[in-house]
């Protein structure tokens, strides 16, 4: 299925640069000879046959018309069929697959490993993980998310999911108005982002933890290890970047699908469809994966993004450079000054 | 029953937007929708033709396919419809036409799409046959009316034929016989998987 | 995938048809219903043996479907109101509103069909940018007035014009989308007035081909029709763009390729829509269409090819035209124009032996500096080649608006009365008695012209007689030394029905022209450019008009069929018929009683307006020249109420048929004789093939019996059944006496010719006899009663008669000129053509150098004429929403001009300018450039919306070619050049 996936986005790449050639030539190609004797316009005519066989794939039939709407100068487009045989087929099971499997291999994991908890038991004692609004970008970002994946979700899935079940009405009303989530929440979506990536992005830049941490599954696989992380281990930090290419990615086409007059023609349209959907797949696992280790998965993991105050033994199994450094800097901060070293991670 | 197809004949078919027009008079479509459209391909140079193109309410529709809300169905004269109260205007079928037929008028904040409009080949919608709330909707119901579409009975040159797929495949072959010549039966092999055999 | 919706009752098909029990029964029973489908495919019935297998399908079974649930819908049939072609419009109106159209399947020109424009007609009445109500300047702001106020206001200026500067000061511009009885009556206002300076869109349309083609054979009229065009083995489209234009007519040219496989060939210098669809495409330099005849003609008499029978019997002057043709070697032709020898003589082959061979022309032929004799020309190369007067050949004129040929037949025209009386005082005498007024009494109404610029004076008489001043020069007439214009004063006002303000070349004079009239009154469906252009800030008053749809009348196609148009809905807003406000007119004006005399008044929505049935009535007591006077009212009427019984190809109607049975459709003209005796009309003129009552004849015996002792009546040919077999002069009293023909006459028409002629009743003719006795008696006898003559390959009284090539005015081939310039500078219609000062300033001035692209113009398919009605139609503006220029890409690149950029085009005189976008094609050669001439509300760059009364501005405004052409006229007609100029093209 991903192979199909891959090799239509590869075909409809093809499309677009054929597109992207065609508009060129049709720019370029300025034959300047004076008509040949014995013109017959009649034999000379183009017939479709000959059009569809030079068609590259992908490519259209197309000319000239006289109203402004530029879109409107593609006669046949073939390529119809091929996005249709994407949404249908790659589209569908991608999407399927990203969900169901996604689900599946949480509750596999659940079943064998359990929920992870503090091996050395709560310690009482708080420490400051993210403030407010950390907390707040998070939020904004997940819950716009979680809104833009459901009704994503619903458009490959819903006609065959909630059609029989709730009927056709009540489907496009709820189908409709999430549409309009869709394009609104897009938005704050979007912004999400932005501050997230301003945020969190010194505390996401890979180095040698990551290797070890990695290298030891972090932990997650075995009960008692517990490599060395510092704020954001490279599990974290693989989430972040998941989101941030991730989302913008699906920034980039999501505007260009809100806006299609922006730019492209069909086929550039189809293609960045194609973009969105099959990223949204993607992102929906990734972040059924973060939903789970961040909620039931793990003991004390929730309070990160709660209360924002984490535990500190939590924080010393999971995060033991960042707990040791914000300790030190609770520490400094309480008593005593100007012995403290240069911090490798000033906290926020 | 019939097997309502749409065939422009690119040899007789001077761009005269007759098909344009009537559409837009018939059922009041408005500025920006262009349910109908005449293309030139070869414009200024022997060879040029040009073809008129809508809906051409295809066999297995790739917009009936692909539409989330399932809002298309084929009546029994295998025109392709919609219901506009189920479209929520998410251009899917845009992506899948062959033939750039869906239209969308530009509304909400964003000048985003509305509910997509479409060449009905003047069959109305899912509403009473020839009733407002059906005009108002989608237009005209000629066909209820035992008419056929606007566009190819106005057509100024007889270009466009309407009507059952064997019968204007007839009037076509018959045509190419006579006179020796013919540039296809333009989208038929994309909307129907066949072409009309000379 | 779903293909068919199951889970919703109400929606699928099975069961929408469920709830139309009646329907699906209705299918069941109806299953021969085939020909009403395989009409409506778009079929001609019959020649289809295949589908006789075909089952039906599923064509319902008819059921009203109106726009209002439960209102009744009735169904009114006029005609549509643009080109000529006269498609059939069928108006559903529901509660006096027009909800829907139909096609007209019935009738034989347009079978149902339409163009964009005949398709989105119902726009024009029911669209919002008409001009609402009344309108004048007040201190440079529109001002809504009443009808009785305006009117009242711009009778006392005209009487207050006439006063000081006389009845010729006033210009009367008519229109060719008048019915045939407003152009009538509007002829006659002016006469009753007292001037001859009334004028129409014809001047710049087809004026050319009405004195090239009349001077030639006797009639200014396409010989043939559309339809007859599908007998035509070979066509030629030369200087005409019919699938814009006419596409309508496409159905009959392309049928007629396709069922003959026809040659069909374009000659053009642009590749139009019309040479996509030619079997042979040549393409010629803008100018020289006398080079590619004469060389075509060259290649026919050096191989024999032409038709020496008919020439030797039907045709004059021929061997002039041999010596002219000589000069015109392959190569000759080929320096001039650019064809090569090769082609031009496998056209000429084709042409000349793959007959009957047609010659369709249109504006490219005709606003030329030459046009009168390209249009010779042409004419030319159809007598030397036999293709005249049978099914399949012919002149096949396309003429332009829906009703120029009846507004040029009425007389809208500076040279003549209606129905081409000429304006001596024989024509003057016989509409005098057609009116019942004293033709002295006509005669007091014209101006005394004083003596000045070296020029004798006029007494009234004389004056009454002399040709008035053209639509093409009106602006000169106000402008010039008042010496050089050859009446008593300027031109002071002008009265404008139903005309563009774009339509006429050298625009920044017209709006100087306008800016210095002292009344100004527009009367139109829309605002027009005028109301624009001149930036006037007083004395100008715009009358809304209703359209042809909102009031009843006939109208004349191209082919001469006359339509009668039915009332589709009253006239919207405050709009009015034009015979109201004619009437009106001579009323406020004095001569009302006079002028309607013999017509009925009906109750309008105003109050009493002439009757068009009644104004008919009146015209075919008067139209014996031209046979307008079988076509009464209730005769055509009757056409309407029968299309369907008309032959597609013939035109005719089976002689069983009950009220129209043997005639042509629309009883094309000339329909001989009174109404009573039921001749058919004419479908095919000068057709010796046919008996002159079944729509047969000859050449017209117009231009006497011999001249220099040569005969000029036929040889050997006369019409089938005619008594005389030979050559004959045209009738009068006297010759039928001679013949001893007179015994056939009744006592009534005896008594009314030696009435009306007194102690000169021998002299009167076929065309003065009011009684119709002369050629009612001619029918019986099988002759015509024009008389038979030969056509004229050299026509003496006309400045080229033999046509010679001229180069344009502004040339890019400056080499050409000394060899072939135009003609010197003279007077014409009251105004010096000083074209060969032009000409020849602009060689010293080294024009071409600077604007080296000759601009040429045309029509676009959604828009007509000055476009106001078309560019206001939402349907239609959608289309084509910007003015261009076409450029060829070589041109472009050169100039560094993309596809849609904005471009100055600008023009050699005066420092015209357009600001238009670039439209890059090969549909124009190199060198080449081409614009529309549809659009106007942009001049010179500035937006001008905001100078139309609010809300009535038209969606598309666009700069006028006309800003950029030239000068330039027609030594016959002074039709102005719009095909032939130089220009530059700059990115904006």
């Given amino acids: ?348 | 029953m019939a097997r309502m197809k749409f065939l422009c004949d690119a040899d007789r078919c001077i761009e005269c937007n007759a098909c344009v027009t009537a559409c837009k008079n018939e059922h009041e479509v408005p500025w920006g929708i262009n349910r109908r459209r005449v293309v030139t391909i070869n414009d200024g140079t022997p060879g040029e033709r040009s073809i008129s193109m809508a809906c051409m309410h295809c066999t297995d529709a790739p917009c009936a396919a692909v539409c989330p809300v399932d809002c298309f169905y084929t009546t029994a004269d295998a025109v392709v419809l919609h219901s506009k109260d189920l479209c929520i205007g998410c251009g899917y079928c845009f992506y899948a036409c062959p033939f750039g037929a869906p239209q969308y008028p530009r509304v909400g904040n964003f000048g985003s799409r509305g509910k997509m409009d479409k060449c009905t080949y003047c069959a109305g919608g899912p509403e009473a046959d020839v009733t407002m709330a059906e005009y108002e909707k989608y237009g005209a119901n000629r066909l209820a009316e035992g008419k056929l579409p606007i566009c190819a009975e106005m057509c100024s040159t007889k270009a466009l034929l309407a009507g059952d797929g064997e019968i204007i495949a007839e009037i076509y072959r018959e045509r190419v016989v006579t006179r020796g010549y013919g540039s296809g039966a333009w989208g038929w092999q994309t909307a129907y998987k066949e072409t009309v055999a000379i | ?988």
Wanted: aromatic share 8%; proline share 5%.
């Fill in chain 1, 1 to 348: 299925m991903f192979r199909a996936s891959l090799t239509s986005i590869a075909r409809a790449g093809r499309v677009a640069l054929a597109a992207i050639a065609l508009l060129g030539l049709a720019a370029i190609a300025v034959p300047d000879e004076t008509l040949a004797q014995g013109t017959n316009p009649t034999a000379q005519a183009v017939t479709e046959e000959q059009l569809l066989q030079a068609l590259q794939p992908g490519g259209e039939i197309a000319g000239r018309v006289s109203i402004p709407d530029q879109k409107a100068t593609g006669l046949i487009k073939p390529g119809g069929q091929d996005w249709r045989a994407f949404h249908q087929g790659t589209m569908f099971w991608v999407t399927i697959v990203a969900l169901v499997g996604m689900l599946a291999i949480v509750v596999a994991f659940y079943a064998v490993r359990g929920k992870i908890t503090i091996d050395s038991g709560l310690s009482g004692l708080k420490i400051l993980r993210f403030n407010a609004f950390e907390r707040f970008v998070h939020w904004l970002t997940a819950g716009s998310f979680l809104v833009l994946a459901l009704t994503g979700i619903n458009l490959v899935l819903g006609r065959f999911v909630l059609i029989p079940l709730f009927g056709p009405e009540a489907f496009a009303t709820v189908t409709q108005l999430g549409k309009y989530a869709h394009n609104y929440l897009a938005w704050p979506f979007m912004a999400g982002l932005v501050f997230m990536l301003l945020v969190w992005i010194k505390d996401n830049i890979p180095d040698r933890t990551d290797v070890a941490w990695l290298k030891a599954g972090g932990g997650l696989l075995k009960k008692g290890v517990h490599p060395e992380a510092k704020k954001f281990n490279a599990g974290q930090k693989g989430i972040f970047w998941s989101v941030i290419v991730g989302g913008a990615a699906l920034s980039v086409t999501g505007v260009l699908l809100l806006f299609p007059y922006l730019a492209g023609g069909y086929a550039d349209w189809q293609l960045v469809q194609m973009i969105h959907g099959v990223v949204a797949a993607i992102l929906v696992a990734v972040m059924v994966g973060h939903i789970y280790i961040g909620s039931v998965g793990m003991q004390g993991a929730f309070d990160a993004m709660g209360s924002g105050e984490v535990d500190y033994n939590w924080a010393r199994e999971h995060h033991s450079l960042w707990a040791e450094e914000a300790r030190r800097k609770q520490g400094a901060q309480g008593g005593a000054s100007g012995g403290a070293r240069p911090s490798p991670q000033p906290a926020e």
């Fill in chain 3, 1 to 988: 995938m779903l293909v068919k919706r199951k889970s919703l009752g109400h929606d699928t098909g099975a069961a929408r048809r469920a709830r139309h029990p009646a329907i699906v029964a209705g299918l069941v029973n109806e299953a021969v219903d085939r020909r009403t489908f395989l009409r409506r495919s778009g079929l001609a019935v019959g020649g289809l043996a295949a589908a006789g297998t075909l089952s039906l399908g599923a064509v319902r079974k008819a059921e009203a479907g109106p726009m209002q649930e439960g209102v009744p819908l009735e169904t009114r049939k006029n005609i549509c109101t643009h080109c000529s072609v006269g498609c059939t419009v069928i108006a559903e109106v529901q509660n006096g509103v027009w909800v829907g159209q139909e096609p007209a399947w019935e009738s034989p020109i347009n079978r149902g069909t339409h163009c964009a424009k005949g398709a989105s007609v119902r726009e024009l009445v029911h669209g919002d940018r008409r001009l609402k109500y009344p309108m004048k300047m007040v201190g440079g702001q529109w001002q809504r007035t009443t009808w009785d106020e305006a009117l009242t206001e711009i009778s006392a200026k005209l009487g207050d014009i006439r006063e000081r500067s006389g009845a010729d000061s006033v210009f009367w511009l008519g229109s060719a989308k008048f019915s045939n009885e407003g152009a009538y009556l509007y002829r006659k206002l002016a006469a009753f007035w007292g001037t001859n300076s009334v004028d129409h869109q014809a001047r710049i349309c087809h004026s050319t081909t009405v004195a090239g083609v009349a001077n030639t054979w006797g009639y200014g009229a396409q010989t043939n029709s559309y339809n007859d065009i599908r007998n035509s083995k070979t066509m030629i489209i030369m200087g005409g763009n019919p699938a814009e234009a006419h596409p309508v007519s496409l159905q009959h040219v392309l049928s007629g390729k396709e069922q003959n496989q026809a040659n069909m060939i374009v000659i053009d210098p642009r590749f139009t829509r019309t040479a996509a669809h030619a079997t042979e495409y040549v393409r010629i330099r803008p100018g020289t269409d006398i080079p590619v005849i004469w060389g075509m003609m060259w290649h026919i008499f050096e191989n024999g090819w032409e038709d020496k029978d008919f020439i030797a019997s039907r045709v004059y002057g021929m061997d002039a035209v041999r010596e002219e043709v000589a000069r015109w070697t392959p190569e000759e032709v080929e320096r001039v124009s650019g064809v090569p020898g090769e082609q031009l003589k496998r056209v000429a082959e084709m042409f000349a032996t793959q007959k009957p061979s047609t010659l369709i022309w249109c504006m490219g032929a005709t606003q030329k500096t030459v046009g009168t004799a390209n249009v010779r020309a042409y004419c030319n190369l159809l007598l030397a080649t036999g293709n005249v007067g049978s099914a399949g050949t012919g002149a096949n004129i396309f003429r332009g608006h829906c009703n120029v040929q009846g507004a040029t037949d009425l007389g809208l025209d500076v040279t003549s009365l209606p129905l081409y009386y000429g304006l001596g005082e024989g024509g003057w005498r016989h509409w005098s008695r057609v009116w019942e007024v004293e033709y002295d009494w006509l005669q007091s109404r014209f101006d005394e012209v004083p003596a000045k610029g070296g020029r004798d004076a006029r007494d009234r008489k004389t004056n009454m007689e002399t040709p008035g001043i053209t639509t093409t020069r009106w602006f000169d007439a106000v402008m010039m030394d008042p010496e050089q214009v050859d009446q008593r004063d300027n031109v002071k006002a002008m009265m404008v029905f139903g005309h563009g303000g774009n339509t006429v070349t050298r625009m920044p004079e017209v709006a100087e022209g306008l800016k210095r009239l002292d009344l100004l009154v527009v009367a139109d469906p829309h605002p027009t450019t005028f109301a624009v252009l001149g930036e006037r800030t007083e004395n100008t008053y715009l009358l809304p008009i209703c359209t042809q749809f909102e009031c009843s009348g006939s109208r004349t196609a191209s082919n001469r069929s006359i339509q009668w148009g039915e009332k589709v809905v009253e006239p919207i807003f405050e709009s009015a018929t034009d015979y109201w406000v004619i009437h009106q007119l001579a009323e406020k004006l004095g001569f009302a009683d006079r002028m309607f005399k013999n017509i009925e008044m009906v109750e309008g929505k105003f109050g009493p307006e002439p009757q068009p049935e009644s104004v008919l009535r009146e015209i075919n007591r008067g139209g014996w020249s031209t046979g307008y006077c079988g076509q009464s009212p209730e005769r055509l009427k009757a056409h309407m109420a029968n299309q369907g019984a008309f032959d597609l190809v013939t035109l005719r109607a089976p002689r069983e048929t009950a009220d129209v049975g043997g005639d042509y459709y629309g009883l094309p003209w000339p329909c001989w004789g009174t109404p009573e005796i039921r001749h058919p009309g004419t479908h095919i003129l000068y057709n010796t093939n046919l008996h002159v009552k079944d729509g047969g004849g000859a050449f017209r015996a117009r231009f006497g019996v011999e001249r220099e002792g040569v005969n000029l009546l036929a040889e050997g040919s006369a019409p089938v059944g005619s008594e005389l077999t030979d050559g004959h002069p045209e009738f009068t009293y006297g010759v039928l006496k001679t013949l001893g023909w007179d015994a056939d006459l009744t006592q009534a028409e005896r008594t009314r010719i030696e009435t009306q002629g007194g102690a000169n009743a021998d002299a009167v003719s076929w065309s003065t006899d009011l009684s119709g006795g002369i050629q009612r008696v001619c029918l019986e006898h099988g002759a015509i009663p024009f008389g038979n003559g030969k056509a004229r390959a050299m026509a003496w009284n006309l400045p080229d008669p033999v046509p010679v090539h001229r180069e344009p005015i502004y040339t890019p081939r400056t080499d050409l000129v000394a060899q072939y310039p135009t003609r010197d500078d003279f007077r014409q219609q009251r105004v010096p053509n000083i074209g060969h000062t032009v000409q020849k300033t602009a060689i010293e001035n080294n024009i071409a150098r600077d604007f080296p692209i000759i601009l040429t113009s045309g029509r676009l398919v959604e828009y007509e004429g000055g476009g106001e009605e078309t560019r206001s139609n939402p349907w239609l503006a959608e289309l084509q929403q910007d003015m261009f220029v076409e450029i060829n890409p070589a041109d472009a690149a050169e100039r560094g001009i993309a596809e849609g950029q904005l471009v100055w085009v600008t023009g050699p005189e005066g420092g015209s300018k357009a600001r238009v976008k670039a439209l890059v094609t090969e549909r124009v050669g190199r060198g080449v450039a081409f614009m529309p001439f549809h659009f106007a509300g942009w001049f010179q760059g500035v937006d001008q919306r905001a100078k139309y009364p609010q809300g009535t501005d038209p969606i598309v405004l666009g700069e006028s070619v006309n800003t950029v052409t030239t000068y330039g006229y027609d030594p016959v007609t002074g039709m102005q050049e719009t095909k032939v100029t130089l220009c530059q093209i700059a990115a904006a």
